[in-house]
């Protein structure tokens, strides 16, 4: 154990650095509120069971959450301890941890667990609104699959959230086996947690109910606002499915994801059963959920054979609902393509499949007919031609140069694409009506 020794030590309140008198303290890893030399779940449910989480009141030191030493326990102490990427890091043996676990009480003071048999979901509902939730299993039960946010966390032994505007229901779905009774769940379960405004949740009770009760949100609060895929005109980023792997990419166009999410109710993500899909300690790899977290930011992402093959964009669009956010902040928007990423660019001051003239999300023998109709193919008149009209490389013109960006993505009925070429430059009278010079 080492020590610090100084007559005066800094403490920062607000804008003004001040030196007050202190003891020997000992050199804490950051986040750790208990002291017991780990940055753990069991930090942050101290931490806001002070009440001083954005009250604007001073915060002192490590155990009121001031880990940035600015004087105060608010957002930024959260983003310092995130950065400092030790959260659930320590090699400290689990008994010595500290922790203010308790078991399951007979009456509550407000707060109540439900366990649902028939699910597995365990619910926790209180009077008012709580900040933190930390649920143990002793006999290592748990199998829960919840959104997770940064912090929040998902094993076999411990569940936890952490939601700081507070809430008044926190769910863990499918948290538990199925059919276990009242007794069963009442005896292996632990529990701890902090109040909105400060203080421990008391004692919380397993209820003897297993239906919830009325008018609970069906889904509380989440990570990210989840979206619906936009056209692809309209998109940020483009998530490609290649039908004949599975594989899924997402490239974006301009933008850098540093957070990005898709969830599937009905398990869609089958490829967790031979990838892992986590390449940091936030991320979540399971059938339902795929979380990855890029602090600096990214503009690519490679998921390898995480869906089945042979899917359609309709299967995809029902099945998967996504989130992404930014390093500019915000969400993004999102399209999803059954083609591979080459063969989507930013043409024309639009996103779109470079050879598809009719925009209906393929290149195909139906968009040669639509611009050979148009008449267009070098047709001498400089500057004339738009993407309905063939000129897919954005330069004005209806030419070879088009069809062969076309034929490169990939995506196409490339021996018709070939075929069409060759038929219009040896012809000038060709089969779908263009005019060759």
């Known amino acids: 154990m080492s020590y610090q020794r100084r007559d005066l030590c800094p403490r920062r309140r607000g804008e003004r650095l001040t030196f007050e008198s202190c003891e020997p303290r000992r050199l804490l890893t950051v986040g750790d509120a208990n002291g017991d030399g780990a940055f753990d779940e069991a930090d942050f449910v101290l931490a806001m069971q002070t009440g001083l989480y954005n009250s604007q009141q001073p915060a002192n030191g490590d155990a009121e959450g001031d880990w940035n030493s600015s004087g105060f326990f608010d957002s930024g102490d959260l983003v310092y301890a995130f950065t400092k990427a030790v959260y659930r ?6 008994e010595q941890l500290i922790n203010s676990l308790a078991t399951l009480a007979g009456e509550n003071d407000g707060v109540e667990l439900f366990y649902q048999p028939d699910s597995g979901d365990l619910v926790v509902t209180s009077l008012v609104p709580i900040t933190a939730v930390h649920l143990r299993s002793q006999s290592n039960r748990f199998d829960s699959s919840f959104d997770a946010r940064v912090f929040d966390l998902s ?21 538990l086996p199925t059919g276990l009774s009242h007794d069963e769940v009442r005896q292996d379960l632990l529990v701890s947690g902090a109040m909105f405004g400060g203080g421990p949740l ?26 619906g895929f936009v056209p692809l005109a309209d998109a940020e980023v483009v998530m490609s499915y290649d039908v004949s792997t599975g594989d899924l990419s997402l490239q974006t166009l301009g933008a850098k994801i540093v957070a990005f ?19 940091g ?43 992404a956010s930014q390093a500019s902040g915000g969400p ?8 591979p990423l080459a063969a989507v660019g930013a043409s024309c001051s639009a996103v779109r499949i470079i050879g598809d003239a009719n925009e209906d999300g393929r290149f195909d023998s139906a968009d040669l007919v639509l611009v050979f109709q148009g008449g267009q193919y070098r047709d001498n008149k400089l500057g004339n031609s738009d993407w309905s009209h063939g000129d897919w490389n954005c330069d004005g013109e209806f030419d070879s140069a088009d069809l062969v960006s076309a034929m490169q993505t990939g995506f196409a009925d490339s021996e018709l694409a070939v075929l069409a070429v060759a038929h219009v430059e040896s012809s000038k009278q060709n089969a779908f009506g263009g005019d060759a010079n």
Request: no cysteine; net charge negative; glycine share 6%.
């Open 89 to 94: 890091t320590s090699t400290i043996p689990p």
């Open 155 to 175: 094993t076999s032994q411990d569940l936890f959230q952490l939601v700081v505007k507070g809430t008044q229901v926190v769910w863990f779905r499918e948290a």
């Open 202 to 227: 008391g004692r919380v009770s397993l209820s003897n109910d297993t239906e919830l009760p009325a008018n609970l949100p069906a889904d509380p609060d989440v990570p990210l606002n989840r979206a």
């Open 261 to 279: 999410e898709l969830t599937s109710e009905n398990g869609i993500f089958t490829g967790v059963d031979t990838h892992n899909y986590k390449t």
């Open 281 to 323: 300690f936030f991320d979540v790899s399971n059938r339902n959920k795929i979380f990855r977290l890029v602090v600096n930011g990214t503009e690519h992402m490679e998921f390898p054979g995480l869906l089945a093959p042979g899917l359609s964009i309709e299967d995809l669009t029902t099945e998967i609902q996504y989130a």
């Open 332 to 339: 993004i928007r999102m399209a999803i393509v059954d083609a």
